[in-house]
């Protein structure tokens, strides 16, 4: 992975007050779930009294909100970044590497952020209209440019006529599933000393698995002649 292409914050030694309020925000949320995470929790794994993380985020749920938004902002901004730098009109392969790259990228950085992902969602709490607002707000011309690019080459017959929304499930299952599988891969790697190391190497392997995977599945092979 492109470390220039990461948030700043990834990179930080010393971290603001606010940014150590967000990551044990994070922390406690991907462990307690929305309704099992307490102010004081966050406040003792940030060092800061409970007054000052109400003085900066008034509440748990606009500390949710916040910490949602500028993940998905993040994600869509490397997108978008990719997506301008290509051609006016970038092949599939292209867009959708950009895709399954720009969340690895940044869900590498917080691997807890899969974890409340998915338990909100699954316990189909209010917070999931704080999810859906927040990537309705940031994701702009990207799932157009995304779907015509695949119906430019469905239509040119260099790939099948697959539904693009299936499409787009299964590669962000295989996006998701490479987070929440790195506690039970990190456990088998202690107990057995094989399995995967969660590091750049293997997050760019990954990235070319899916992008290749998905071709595989819909490509047209061209008949020997």
Same mark, same amino acid.
């Given at each position: 992975?492109?470390?220039?292409?990461?948030?700043?914050?990834?990179?930080?030694?010393?971290?603001?007050?606010?940014?150590?309020?967000?990551?044990?925000?994070?922390?406690?949320?991907?462990?307690?779930?929305?309704?099992?995470?307490?102010?004081?929790?966050?406040?003792?794994?940030?060092?800061?009294?409970?007054?000052?993380?109400?003085?900066?985020?008034?509440?748990?749920?606009? @500390?949710?909100?916040? /910490?949602?938004?500028?993940?998905?902002? *993040?994600?869509?901004?490397?997108?978008? *970044?990719?997506?301008?730098?290509?051609?006016?009109?970038?092949?599939? +392969?292209?867009? &959708?590497?950009?895709? %399954?790259?720009?969340? /690895?990228?940044?869900?590498?950085?917080?691997?807890?952020?899969?974890?409340?992902? &998915? +338990?909100?969602? @699954?316990?189909?709490?209010?917070?999931?209209? %704080?999810?859906?607002?927040?990537?309705?707000?940031?994701? !702009?011309?990207?799932? !157009?440019?995304?779907?015509?690019?695949? *119906?430019?080459?469905?239509?040119?017959?260099? /790939?099948?006529?697959?539904?693009?929304?299936?499409?787009?499930?299964?590669?962000?299952?295989? %996006?998701?599933?490479?987070?929440?599988?790195?506690?039970?891969?990190?456990?088998?790697?202690?107990?057995?000393?094989?399995?995967?190391?969660?590091?750049?190497?293997?997050?760019?392997?990954?990235?070319?698995?899916?992008?290749?995977?998905?071709?595989? !599945?819909?490509?047209?092979?061209?008949?020997?002649?």
């Amino acid at each position: 992975m492109d470390k220039r292409r990461l948030p700043k914050s990834a990179h930080a030694p010393d971290l603001s007050t606010e940014q150590k309020i967000l990551a044990a925000a994070r922390q406690e949320f991907s462990e307690r779930g929305m309704d099992g995470a307490r102010m004081q929790a966050i406040a003792n794994r940030a060092g800061v009294n409970k007054a000052l993380l109400h003085y900066y985020f008034r509440s748990k749920d606009k @500390l949710f909100e916040i /910490i949602i938004r500028d993940l998905v902002s *993040a994600i869509w901004r490397l997108i978008h *970044a990719d997506l301008k730098a290509q051609p006016k009109a970038p092949d599939l +392969r292209s867009v &959708v590497r950009s895709l %399954v790259s720009s969340y /690895i990228s940044m869900m590498s950085q917080h691997p807890e952020i899969p974890l409340i992902l &998915v +338990r909100q969602l @699954l316990t189909r709490d209010k917070n999931v209209r %704080v999810i859906a607002r927040s990537i309705i707000a940031e994701i !702009g011309d990207a799932p !157009g440019r995304i779907f015509t690019a695949f *119906a430019r080459e469905a239509k040119s017959g260099r /790939i099948k006529k697959v539904d693009p929304v299936q499409l787009i499930m299964n590669i962000m299952g295989m %996006v998701i599933v490479t987070f929440l599988s790195q506690p039970i891969a990190e456990i088998v790697k202690q107990e057995t000393g094989f399995g995967i190391t969660y590091d750049e190497k293997f997050y760019k392997a990954r990235i070319d698995f899916i992008t290749d995977m998905v071709f595989d !599945g819909i490509a047209i092979k061209e008949r020997a002649s």
